[in-house]
């Protein structure tokens, strides 16, 4: 089976969410892929989300658009509102247990993992790295390809005046591997 | 053309850009608008690196204008803009073919009618193929559908522009602009720079003076310069590009173009793991139109749907294409609305239902 991953990644505007979102597509890139990323916007932006869909695909990608994904990042809880009906059946949601309740996760029809994304980031020491931690269990669950070109890539994706904080975001990836890992 | 591996992550509108810098555009005059604000912004910072000219114009109007002026010095210029913009600029546009001028103007097609909204749509079909501004003429237009041919086109729209003395156009959308993808820049070899040598407005020293104008009242020379106009958009004819996926077999053949196009091939490959014989084509010049290439899929029998983001307006163009054959239907996706697989998915599953 030709390796192929789509995801609609979704919080709060603020949380990072097109930032792993551009990583993940550009870490894609790095590992062979052919990728698209596009930020949803228009009357998407109506109901509190910011999200943008990322397409992974060995082969030629036609629809950069996807409305029924085989896989979420899910950082609060308007998110899932929105996005979990709308999740393929047997696909894959990561969750942030830190903001959202666990009893909501449609687990009978799909898989969740809960990351509890703020409390790891928190630990690490900056909760703005709850999106890294989030994308490192997505990296891991997906197995999609490895986590070093997503660390890689953090050099290029990051504005120059982050750099600084790539140590801690390969921190907070790995942490978030680790959860998922376990799950 | 040398091939360079490695590839860039860019949105539509920095390769839109990429590719007007390895085409040696040296002029672009920009006014901001959504969504295609990553042109002007990328251009003012790149521009000036090649040794060409920025300029942010006081208008639409204006940058159109300026426009006509470089490429009536022969100067290899571009302008963008989105689809209230471009209807600002069609009045420059229309003096440009009136005058035999090249220039690249680029439309990354937002809703409308009026200011519409932000998000993509296709209504700018009939403005871009048919003109446009006041007068008979017609532009090239280039629609391309991913990164790649959006880098691809704009190189290849400079040396159109300078071939036919013409005004070009490469239709995109907010999803080409706004979407990111994975492209490989490549750098044209041959690029002439002084492609205007013979007629460019370039200073008359030690020659004969230049005119060019779109006005002409001496007796019979418009009508002169409509019939070269003519000769000019048949020649054109020649000049066209479409892809065709999975037609061979098909019995319906959904014609779609730019981002739709692409969206519609996932239609395809999933109608087609349903066991559907279905298959797309996708013109990449809207102008001239890849007239033939379908004539001859409806003279296999084969059945057409059209699919646009708007009311419809391709619909003619395939209808006229395969008119002595066959006919084309047409489902609209509403400007307003994000388009998705399902979209076509629907459409052709209700075609194949009812037929």
């Not at chain 2, 990328?42 to 690196?49: A, C, D, F, R, T």
């Not at chain 2, 040794?51 to 006081?58: H, I, L, N, P, R």
């Not at chain 2, 907010?174 to 205007?196: C, H, N, R, S, Y």
């Amino acid at each position: 089976m030709a390796r192929y991953l789509d995801a609609i990644i979704a919080g709060f505007g603020g949380q990072g969410v097109m930032l792993i979102g551009n990583l993940l597509a550009y870490a894609g890139m790095k590992d062979g892929l052919n990728v698209t990323y596009i930020p949803v916007y228009g009357p998407e932006m109506r109901g509190g989300t910011a999200n943008c869909t990322v397409v992974l695909s060995e082969e030629e990608i036609g629809s950069p658009i996807i409305h029924s994904p085989v896989s979420l990042i899910i950082m609060n809880r308007p998110s899932l509102d929105k996005f979990q009906p709308r999740l393929k059946d047997g696909g894959l949601n990561i969750i942030n247990s830190s903001l959202i309740d666990m009893d909501l996760a449609d687990a009978n029809r799909v898989k969740c993992i809960a990351v509890p994304c703020n409390e790891i980031a928190d630990k690490l020491g900056n909760t703005r790295m709850a999106n890294m931690v989030a994308l490192g269990a997505y990296i891991q669950a997906t197995g999609i390809m490895e986590l070093q070109p997503v660390i890689d890539s953090l050099k290029d994706v990051l504005s120059e005046r982050y750099h600084k904080l790539i140590p801690a975001n390969t921190e907070a990836l790995n942490a978030g591997a680790e959860v998922a890992a376990k799950a | 053309m040398s091939k360079q591996p490695e590839r860039i992550f860019v949105k539509g509108n920095e390769a839109v850009v990429r590719g007007a810098l390895a085409a040696r555009c040296k002029c672009f005059f920009g006014y901001p608008i959504t969504p295609q604000n990553e042109i002007p912004e990328l251009m003012s910072s790149e521009m000036p690196k090649s040794g060409g000219e920025f300029v942010q114009a006081e208008s639409e109007v204006a940058a159109a204008n300026m426009l006509l002026g470089a490429g009536a010095c022969g100067i290899r210029a571009m302008t963008s803009s989105s689809s209230p913009g471009i209807s600002l600029k069609q009045e420059a546009i229309s003096y440009m073919a009136g005058s035999n001028t090249p220039a690249v103007i680029v439309n990354m097609n937002r809703g409308g009618p009026g200011l519409g909204d932000i998000g993509p749509a296709q209504g700018d079909y009939y403005q871009s193929t048919r003109g446009g501004g006041h007068g008979d003429y017609r532009l090239l237009v280039l629609a391309p559908a991913t990164g790649q041919e959006a880098y691809d086109l704009t190189i290849k729209s400079f040396d159109l522009a300078y071939k036919y003395r013409n005004p070009v156009m490469i239709l995109g959308d907010a999803i080409l602009g706004q979407m990111k993808e994975a492209i490989t820049p490549w750098q044209p070899e041959g690029i002439d720079d002084e492609a205007g040598r013979d007629w460019a407005l370039s200073g008359a020293k030690d020659r004969e003076k230049r005119l060019i104008k779109s006005l002409y009242l001496e007796e019979g020379a418009l009508a002169g310069q409509n019939k070269n106009l003519q000769k000019k958009y048949e020649d054109m004819q020649s000049y066209v590009e479409y892809e065709e996926f999975e037609t061979e077999d098909a019995e319906l053949v959904v014609c779609a173009y730019g981002s739709i196009g692409r969206i519609a091939k996932s239609a395809v490959r999933n109608l087609r793991k349903q066991g559907h014989k279905v298959g797309l084509f996708r013109p990449i010049t809207l102008y001239p139109f890849p007239s033939d290439a379908l004539l001859a899929l409806a003279k296999q029998g084969k059945k057409f749907l059209t699919i646009e983001h708007n009311l419809g307006q391709m619909v003619d163009d395939v209808r006229l294409a395969i008119r002595t054959v066959a006919d084309s239907d047409f489902a609209p996706i509403y400007p307003g609305n994000l388009p998705i697989p399902e979209d076509i998915e629907g459409p052709v599953l209700e075609w194949l239902e009812g037929k």
